[in-house]
Antibody, heavy 118, light 108 residues
Framework: EVQLVESGGGLVKPGGSLRVSCVASEFSLNNAWMSWVRQAPGKGLQWVGR??????????DYCAPVKGRFSISRDASENTLHLQMNSLKIEDTGVYYCVVGSVRFTDWGQGTMVIVSS | SSELTQDPAVSVALGQTVRITCQGD??????ANWYQQKPGQAPLLVIY???NRPSGIPDRFSGSSSGNTASLTITGAQAEDEADYHC???????????FGGGTKLTVL
């Protein structure tokens, strides 16, 4: 059974940076398309971005609101996915989920909370 | 704003059938997926590629599509089906991913 465990969330000031991570068990992150999906408090889901499998070049795509500020990367040796978030805004507040897939999201972590507030 | 539109809330009597819809131009060309999310939990994929059920999802959940509208139907709704339901698909360009705003289902 695929297990995804996110970490690294917390409180950060507007304009600050934060990196959240996702460790996978019983599953190789290297061989899969992986995405990050977020959910603001009381709101719906929003796709943040994705990284293609290593065999497909590890290409990244991002939604418009985070493009240029967020970056997804993968550490194969640690079987870990990272989301580097820079120039954070209040509207980036929410639970960040690590998910398996590029459009169809088959497995989800439990999420890590990011709060951007002064 | 989302490129996929869902009704914010829908209710259904216990044991009855309910349809939750998701509307958007991209759905004319791309498959829809549906996720169930209960309070405090991560979403769970219940329908993929319009009308396919993952292993372990009860067969009272079904999906369909017509034109630019995808639908999730629950036939014989149970109390445990009370949850938020989210649709997603590709955006109009086909390059990126969008979600609907979600529908809160209440089972009466």
């Amino acid at each position: 059974e695929v297990q995804l465990v996110e970490s690294g969330g917390g409180l950060v000031k507007p304009g600050g940076s934060l990196r959240v991570s996702c460790v996978a068990s019983e599953f190789s992150l290297n061989n899969a398309w992986m995405s990050w999906v977020r959910q603001a408090p009381g709101k719906g889901l929003q796709w943040v971005g994705r990284i293609s499998s290593e065999t497909e070049g590890g290409r990244t795509d991002y939604c418009a609101p985070v493009k240029g500020r967020f970056s997804i990367s993968r550490d194969a040796s640690e079987n870990t996915l990272h989301l580097q978030m820079n120039s954070l805004k209040i509207e980036d507040t929410g639970v960040y989920y690590c998910v398996v897939g590029s459009v169809r999201f088959t497995d989800w972590g439990q999420g890590t909370m990011v709060i951007v507030s002064s | 704003s989302s490129e996929l539109t869902q009704d914010p809330a829908v209710s259904v009597a216990l044991g009855q059938t309910v349809r939750i819809t998701c509307q958007g131009d991209s759905l004319s060309n791309y498959y829809a997926n549906w996720y169930q999310q209960k309070p405090g939990q991560a979403p769970l994929l219940v329908i993929y590629n319009t009308d396919n059920r993952p292993s372990g999802i009860p067969d009272r959940f079904s999906g369909s599509s017509s034109g630019n509208t995808a639908s999730l139907t629950i036939t014989g709704a149970q109390a445990e089906d009370e949850a938020d339901y989210h649709c997603n698909s590709r955006d109009s360009s086909g390059d990126l991913v969008v979600f609907g705003g979600g529908t809160k289902l209440t089972v009466l």
